[in-house]
């Protein structure tokens, strides 16, 4: 059973940092990119970062670059995100997804398995 389970989450005030973790299984995770993305209520789902699985290049939507870092510890099967200098607007459910393949994206429909989120509240 394919599965991506999200952890980290939690209310931090304006200027922390949290770290979320992605722990994945039931596929081979080295032949998968791993993109974080976020949805804040009322709002699209976004892409937020991506490592791909053959080099280990990462990607990050021009909101958080220069405070979020993506990194993966494939021996763990798991994807980290540490988010630091975080704002209210970055408040928002976050969850990782896989998507086959050795390119990254933030188009949601090229992911094929998605995790249940984890809920990121940051106040001011």
């Known amino acids: 059973e394919v599965q991506l389970v999200e952890s980290g989450g939690g209310l931090v005030q304006a200027g922390g940092s949290l770290r979320l973790s992605c722990a994945a299984s039931g596929f081979t995770f080295d032949d998968y990119a791993i993109g974080w993305f976020r949805q804040a209520p009322g709002k699209e789902r976004e892409g937020v970062s991506c490592?791909?699985?053959?080099?280990?290049?990462?990607y990050y939507a021009t909101s958080v670059k220069g405070r979020f870092t993506i990194s993966s510890d494939n021996a763990k099967n798991t994807v980290y995100l540490q988010m630091n200098s975080l704002k209210p607007e970055d408040t928002a459910v976050y969850y990782c997804?896989?998507?086959?393949?050795?390119?990254?994206?933030?188009?949601?429909?090229?992911?094929?398995?998605w995790g249940q989120g984890t809920q990121v509240t940051v106040s001011s």
């Open positions: 997804a896989a998507t086959y393949g050795s390119s990254w994206s933030f188009a949601e429909w090229d992911y094929d398995y």
């Open positions: 490592i791909t699985s053959s080099d280990g290049s990462t």
